[in-house]
């Protein structure tokens, strides 16, 4: 549609204004917008033979989304190969610890999923499509089994189940974070 084009373009000419922002540092570069190909096929960038740096990234905007794909002709970075092979050092391209500052602040505000495992188990699939309201199947747990607490597929603590008040709670017997570099 009209509107999603418009954004797309919206949003591509904020892409290249930070890509040109990024390269600024090697070589004063200006990446400019010429036209929207929605069908990949018709976008003529280089030739198939030509080598290339593609960023493939996707993109959410509250329920919505897409990928958007960066190509990079090998051309356009053979004048910065040079200086894009250095490690940089100094003030200019070195350590910024205004930024490591930020960052590591952030990184202690992310909020983090964890589940508490109970039990596992594997099961036939024609059994778990049977279940209705109300079926019942056995957990391999007691109230005193260890619950791993884990975020995403890593675990992260171990413990006990207990109650305080009201609520379930669990407490932590071993970590598994490692602190520190």
Not at 19 to 46: C, G, H, K, Q
Not at 59 to 75: C, F
Request: one cysteine or more; glycine letters at 6%; a negative charge.
């Amino acid at each position: 549609t009209t509107i999603e084009r418009n954004l797309v373009e919206r949003m591509v000419h904020v892409v290249l204004s930070d890509l040109s922002a990024a390269f600024d540092p090697l070589s004063p570069v200006t990446f400019r917008f010429d036209r929207l190909e929605t069908n990949p096929r018709f976008a003529t960038i280089s030739r198939p033979s030509n080598a290339a740096i593609v960023a493939k990234l996707r993109i959410d905007m509250e329920d919505r989304g897409g990928r958007l794909e960066l190509l990079l002709p090998y051309a356009t970075l053979e004048p910065v190969r040079e200086l894009l092979l250095q490690m940089f050092m100094g003030e200019k391209f070195g350590r910024d610890s205004i930024w490591e500052t930020h960052l590591a602040e952030e990184l202690w505000l992310t909020e983090v999923e964890l589940e508490a495992v109970l039990d596992e188990q594997v099961m036939n699939l024609r059994e778990v499509l049977n279940w209705k309201p109300g079926s019942k199947f056995m957990l391999n747990a007691t109230a005193d089994s260890p619950i791993d607490m884990r975020c995403g597929d890593v675990a992260m603590f171990r413990g006990r189940m207990g109650r305080k008040g009201q609520h379930i709670a669990i407490q932590v017997d071993e970590s598994n974070i490692k602190m520190g570099g």
